[in-house]
């Protein structure tokens, strides 16, 4: 049975869209390229969206080009296509947008695992401290924070501070690990991880690596330090991106979220891409179910009711604007 708007408008208040609100026999993308002309939208979107979603992007890219993309859109609405707190710092470095998210339940395990009444009780035992705080967290964290940094600047913004000074990373600990070694600066890290760059199993990457002599390994940073001891190259989305287009090799196993493949077989036809494995065969454990949230019947969703929109105090988009800032100006 089809649904009225005022139906769908309800059901969206109590719980969210869920797929069967949309009408059927209807050209989802055809919808969806008419609501973005017609809305004066855009969309955004990170390379771990479904395939569907990332050829409908007008801006595909990791979460620091997305928010550089975000603080220089000119439309009226922001569609993005990622997770909660991608959308929340859309919003509040370009707040005179609409900015809406196509599932409001898309969040982060990284962001979740830092609650603001615990940063700040942790970032209050060190007084003076520079506190670093990863993209992958809050509006309300990152307005404890002084700088604000992505997997591709991270050790330009580490840099940045001066030597001898102390410095708190949070929420990943693994990125913080990594960055601690590839500045050598002493850091306080927050106990937190990404669920997905978590269950790649270090036994089954080696053991894959030997099967495919000629493939090169490469992983994200998220990743825990030991499968990150083994890889040949170690960046961000994008950084994994351009190193497979300009390596030699013609094969590769990737250690992140699976959404990438999908960009990396686009770049290059004639490469091979291999998933790392995970330590459970029977889960599909290197997606991320939160970015798995949104769906093309969603996103349509979202755009014709131009809800759930990321609504922030003036306040909070004001505290958390200096830091996002301060990431933006470094590059
Ligand atoms: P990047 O795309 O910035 O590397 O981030 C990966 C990620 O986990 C986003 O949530
Ligand atoms: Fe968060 Fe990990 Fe999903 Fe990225 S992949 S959004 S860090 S849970």
Known sequence: MELTSEEVLNRLNQR?????????????VAEIKRLKKEKNAVILAHYYQEAEIQDLADYLGDSLYLAQAAEKVAAEMIVFAGVHFMAETAKIINPSKKVILPDLNAGCSLADSCLPVDFKKFIDQYPGAHVVTYINCSAEIKALSTIVCTSSNAVRVIDAIPEGETIIFAPDKNLGRYLIRETGRDMILWDGSCIVHEAFSFERIVNLAKEHPKAKFIAHPESESQVLDVAEYIGSTSGLLKFVQEDDAQEFIVATEAGILYEMKKRCPEKTFIPAPVEDDTCACNECAFMKLNTLEKLYLCMEYEK?????SEDLIKKANLPITRMLKLG
């Not at 969210?16 to 989802?28: A, C, E, H, R, S």
């Not at 759930?308 to 922030?312: A, M, N, R, V, Y």
Request: cysteine-free.
């Open 16 to 28: 969210g869209f869920i797929d069967k609100d949309v009408p059927k026999d209807i050209d989802l």
């Open 308 to 312: 759930p929109e990321i609504i922030l």
